[in-house]
């Protein structure tokens, strides 16, 4: 399953309720799949900055994380994950950009960026 959820959520917001809408929308279709024993995999792109703004509520996807089923492997990506986050991942990575094929003109890919 691929899902393309929201309208691209920024920090530079037009509409804080309607953002906060979108994402909290999109979190209910995480949540699903995060209770589905047959997904092995979730990738949660950009779920961080969700956080930080506060898009979604922190002890809900806390909530939904801890009670995944077992052997659900579950991806969170953005920039600055939150502390909470971080103490009960089992594994953090924190990347650098070296070069990006978005500086090149490359627009945004299916499958790769959105």
Do not use: C, S
């Not at 094929?101 to 890919?109: D, E, L, S, T």
């Amino acid at each position: 399953q691929y899902h393309v959820m929201g309208e691209g959520f920024t920090w530079e917001t037009q509409d804080r309720n309607r953002d906060t809408e979108m994402a909290y929308h999109a979190w209910q279709k995480a949540q699903a799949m995060l209770q589905d024993p047959a997904i092995n995999l979730v990738l949660l792109d950009e779920v961080n900055i969700a956080l930080k703004y506060k898009y979604i509520p922190m002890d809900e996807v806390i909530d939904a994380l801890a009670n995944k089923p077992a052997m659900q492997h579950v991806i969170l990506t953005g920039r600055g994950a939150r502390p909470e986050l971080i103490e009960i991942a089992d594994t953090v990575t924190e990347m650098k950009e070296i070069k990006h094929a978005f500086k090149a003109g490359i627009r945004a890919q299916q499958g790769v960026e959105l």
